[in-house]
């Protein structure tokens, strides 16, 4: 009998075996059967009383037990006798129950979780995952699947979902308590130094190079100041104005504790505080969010800042020879390394992964029950009990080899009470 591939090899089956183990019980019962004849050609003597006893015993005990298995997978010699061809009649009753016994007895919480914690999965894992042959292949897997994974990434879909996304946590909650401890944090770390030197940098450049363009518009803006703007606003003393300003813009890029500087870390703390602390000014942040996310030129920009780091991210992808790849298999290395160096991690991680199993076990165990009932309902009744015999037949055969021995040891049991009692 041959099975399709895809039948898991606890269902294959053993029908050699199978065909072996029947021919032995098969056997034992027609060996039984010819001593029980075999004794009527003897004198009647005690010891050929025995012998009869206990092959007449035999028979019956082989009988009665080939029944009963054959009964399991069949009708037995095709009489439909009540009871009988359990499997092909009652297979889907069968699957339910089989599926409930598995998710109730076996598949438990605590038995699954016990067994994760004899075998130390987290720990092999690490010990694994701590070999730079095994990272290395985990890595680049790692990076395949990323890469398949933004391959299917539409742009324009995920730009409509990260604005439709801030949208709604913004109905939830105020992003200015958030903007303003960030800004708070950045002041005292002095974190906003390499920003304020590059605009002081930048801004230095810019009136140097185009001193000759400026110089119009400034004297123009103080000339539009009133009459005594107009009367000082002369080319020299606009030249002067200018210059100083290169001056004191050197002075203040040149000394870290430069007072202007001083004032702008003091104007962004108040910022800092006005974010966190004022209502009236949360409001107006919050509304001009939400205005933000609503302009089309801040939507094309998102859009195109997704695009440009999804590029980037497939371009490292695709670099064999260093790259993200690389930087994947050192994380997965170094996460390998340190849990296989800090019981503390390694403890951590066992009671989340046991905490996690326990909950899909619990949530998602039955499953196990739909799955046995919809695979076994695709089988015909007696494709599913030649399945199961070819599987479990072989080892019922000893049913019947049994059957036929203890049966035979009964009979002598029996007869010799009887002789004793006569």
Same mark, same amino acid.
């Given at each position: 009998?041959?099975?399709?591939?895809?039948?898991?090899?606890?269902?294959?089956?053993?029908?050699?075996?199978?065909?072996?183990?029947?021919?032995?019980?098969?056997?034992?019962?027609?060996?039984?059967?010819?001593?029980?004849?075999?004794?009527?050609?003897?004198?009647?003597?005690?010891?050929?009383?025995?012998?009869?006893? +206990?092959?007449?015993?035999?028979?019956? +005990?082989?009988?009665?037990?080939?029944?009963?298995?054959?009964?399991?997978? @069949?009708?037995?010699? +095709?009489?439909?006798?009540?009871?009988?061809?359990?499997?092909?009649? %009652?297979?889907?009753?069968?699957?339910?129950?089989?599926?409930?016994?598995?998710?109730?007895?076996?598949?438990?919480?605590?038995?699954?979780?016990?067994?994760?914690?004899?075998?130390?999965?987290?720990?092999?894992?690490?010990?694994?995952?701590?070999?730079?042959?095994?990272?290395?292949?985990?890595? @680049?897997?790692?990076?395949?699947?990323?890469?398949?994974?933004?391959?299917?990434?539409?742009?324009?879909?995920?730009?409509?979902?990260?604005?439709?996304?801030?949208?709604?946590?913004?109905?939830?909650?105020?992003?200015?308590?958030?903007?303003?401890?960030?800004?708070?944090?950045?002041?005292?770390?002095?974190?906003?130094?390499?920003?304020?030197?590059?605009?002081?940098?930048?801004?230095?450049?810019?009136?140097?190079?185009?001193?000759s363009e400026l110089h119009p518009q400034v004297k123009r803006?103080?000339?539009e100041q009133g009459v005594l703007g107009w009367l000082v606003?002369?080319?020299?003393?606009?030249?002067?104005?200018?210059?100083?300003?290169?001056?004191?813009?050197?002075?203040?890029?040149?000394?870290?504790?430069?007072?202007?500087?001083?004032?702008?870390?003091?104007?962004?703390?108040?910022?800092?505080?006005?974010?966190?602390?004022?209502?009236?000014?949360?409001?107006?942040?919050?509304?001009?969010? @939400?205005?933000?996310? /609503?302009?089309?030129?801040?939507?094309?920009?998102?859009?195109?800042?997704?695009?440009?780091?999804?590029?980037?991210?497939?371009?490292?992808? +695709?670099?064999?020879?260093?790259?993200?790849?690389?930087?994947?298999?050192?994380?997965?290395?170094?996460?390998? @390394?340190?849990?296989?160096?800090?019981?503390?991690?390694?403890?951590?991680l066992e009671q989340r992964l046991q905490q996690g199993v326990?909950?899909?076990? /619990?949530?998602?165990?039955?499953?196990?029950?739909?799955?046995?009932?919809?695979?076994?309902? %695709?089988?015909?009744?007696?494709?599913?009990?030649?399945?199961? /015999?070819?599987?479990?037949?072989?080892?019922?055969?000893?049913?019947?080899?049994?059957?036929?021995?203890?049966?035979?040891?009964?009979?002598?049991?029996?007869?010799?009470?009887?002789?004793?009692?006569?």
């Open positions: 009998m041959a099975l399709p591939a895809a039948v898991p090899a606890l269902l294959r089956p053993d029908v050699a075996g199978l065909r072996h183990m029947k021919r032995r019980a098969t056997g034992l019962l027609v060996l039984t059967a010819a001593v029980f004849l075999l004794t009527f050609a003897l004198p009647d003597t005690t010891p050929v009383g025995f012998l009869r006893a +206990g092959a007449e015993a035999g028979m019956v +005990g082989g009988l009665a037990d080939w029944f009963a298995v054959t009964a399991l997978f @069949r009708h037995p010699l +095709g009489l439909r006798i009540p009871h009988t061809a359990l499997i092909p009649r %009652q297979k889907d009753e069968l699957a339910t129950k089989l599926g409930e016994f598995v998710t109730g007895n076996f598949l438990t919480p605590d038995a699954v979780a016990d067994q994760l914690a004899e075998v130390g999965l987290v720990r092999r894992l690490a010990e694994r995952l701590a070999d730079p042959e095994v990272a290395a292949v985990v890595g @680049r897997e790692l990076a395949a699947g990323v890469a398949a994974l933004l391959d299917a990434v539409d742009e324009r879909a995920l730009t409509a979902y990260v604005l439709e996304w801030a949208r709604r946590d913004l109905e939830r909650r105020s992003y200015t308590p958030v903007l303003g401890s960030f800004l708070a944090r950045a002041v005292e770390g002095r974190g906003q130094r390499p920003l304020v030197d590059v605009c002081l940098t930048r801004l230095h450049a810019y009136i140097r190079r185009n001193r803006f103080i000339e606003a002369t080319d020299k003393r606009v030249d002067r104005l200018l210059e100083v300003t290169l001056t004191r813009l050197a002075e203040v890029e040149a000394d870290p504790q430069h007072p202007l500087r001083l004032w702008i870390d003091g104007l962004l703390a108040s910022l800092a505080d006005d974010l966190r602390y004022n209502a009236d000014t949360a409001r107006a942040v919050d509304a001009q969010l @939400r205005v933000l996310l /609503e302009d089309v030129h801040l939507q094309s920009l998102l859009h195109t800042v997704l695009q440009d780091v999804l590029g980037s991210l497939r371009l490292s992808l +695709g670099e064999l020879d260093g790259g993200l790849p690389d930087r994947m298999t050192q994380l997965v290395l170094g996460t390998g @390394r340190r849990i296989s160096t800090s019981p503390e991690l390694e403890q951590r326990r909950y899909a076990v /619990e949530h998602y165990g039955s499953t196990v029950v739909s799955l046995i009932q919809r695979t076994v309902a %695709q089988w015909d009744g007696r494709d599913a009990a030649a399945r199961i /015999e070819a599987a479990v037949g072989r080892d019922l055969q000893f049913i019947r080899i049994n059957g036929t021995v203890v049966g035979a040891l009964a009979g002598v049991v029996l007869h010799t009470v009887a002789l004793a009692l006569g």
